[in-house]
């Protein structure tokens, strides 16, 4: 069969889009390759899960008080030592990792970017074969080049993120990536062993019929959202009837489907958990950059969730992140509140 030259792969994209700003040093382009190929690694490794001794907990506890799976190890020390080795990171934050890690070295000193990630959301699915991911941000320095990464470089408002993305491994695995430029999709292709254009400029729709959120928490959320989870299951027939709730429990799952198809997501804070769940640097913040790129809307119930300024590396918050119709419905509530 005759090979479509017409869908171009991760690295031939990346080459190209620094074609078109001919002062590019390609150190984020090369970024982003070094993270489609420590994906590559975890998805290996997450299609033959239940075949090798990878499955269930590694018996220790990471930094957010919760359980490690085996899974979640290999992915981080993946991710971190492709990042090491390769050109373009000057260090990394991981949510399994109590600090920052610097990569304290000639080359990485001088590089101009950090890297935040999830290594593997949704990870208590993974005994149970549901889609999880990995999640990832990217911000440029605001330290000395030529001096070690500081803290400071990471704990920035996500407004000041120059790329975003996830990876999905599903019943395909997908790298989605975001640039101010826009988002592009790249499904992996198992018989090259490369993630090729398949979603290119993809835009969330106005509005949609979905939404997500944990209904068994519903009687712990504040009044405002339980308004609007009822009014989304009383939707006049006469307009389409009620939205359809649809709700994994792997946020990157979730947040794709929304994106893609439209709809909302929603993860508000509790009288369980007052400061929210989810963490702001390694989740919030880069759906929140993916999704307004692509035209959609992401808050934290107050304020757009990029403005917020992070305090802490593992600081958690409410999160509500969609298609901009039903952020801007869902908004009414709160407002009147």
Do not use: W
């Amino acid at each position: 069969m005759a090979t479509n030259r017409r869908v171009q792969t991760l690295d031939e994209f990346t080459i190209q889009q620094m074609r078109d700003f001919p002062n590019a040093t390609g150190e984020l382009s090369g970024l982003l390759r070094d993270i489609g190929l420590a994906a590559k690694r975890v998805n290996v490794e997450v299609n033959k899960a239940g075949l090798v001794d990878i499955l269930g907990d590694a018996g220790t506890m990471n930094v957010q008080g919760e359980e490690v799976k085996k899974l979640d190890e290999f992915a981080n020390n993946q991710f971190v030592g492709v990042l090491r080795h390769g050109i373009s990171c000057a260090g990394i934050g991981s949510e399994e990792l109590d600090d920052i890690v610097v990569f304290d070295d000639e080359i990485s000193n001088n590089s101009k970017y950090v890297c935040l990630f999830d290594p593997l959301d949704g990870s208590s699915n993974i005994d149970v074969n549901v889609s999880i991911g990995t999640i990832f941000s990217v911000y440029r320095r605001v330290s000395k080049l030529g001096e070690p990464a500081t803290q400071e470089d990471f704990l920035q408002p996500g407004i000041k993120q120059v790329a975003a993305g996830y990876v999905i491994y599903g019943s395909s695995t997908m790298m989605v990536y975001a640039t101010r430029r826009g988002v592009n999709g790249f499904t992996l292709d198992p018989s090259i062993g490369e993630f090729c254009l398949s979603h290119p400029d993809i835009k969330c729709p106005e509005t949609g019929r979905m939404y997500s959120v944990n209904h068994g928490n519903f009687f712990q959320y504040e009044e405002p959202i339980k308004k609007y989870i009822t009014a989304c299951q009383k939707k006049d027939h006469t307009n389409g009837g009620p939205y359809t709730q649809r709700y994994i429990g792997s946020m990157v799952a979730d947040v794709h489907r929304n994106l893609i198809k439209g709809g909302i997501f929603m993860y508000p804070i509790t009288t369980h958990k007052p400061k929210g769940k989810l963490r702001l640097l390694y989740e919030c913040n880069p759906f929140g950059f993916i999704v307004q790129v692509a035209g959609g809307k992401a808050t934290n119930g107050i304020q757009n969730i990029l403005e917020v300024q992070p305090t802490a590396l593992h600081q958690r918050s409410a999160f509500f992140v969609g298609s901009k119709g039903m952020m801007d419905e869902l908004e009414t509530f709160i407002n009147e509140a």
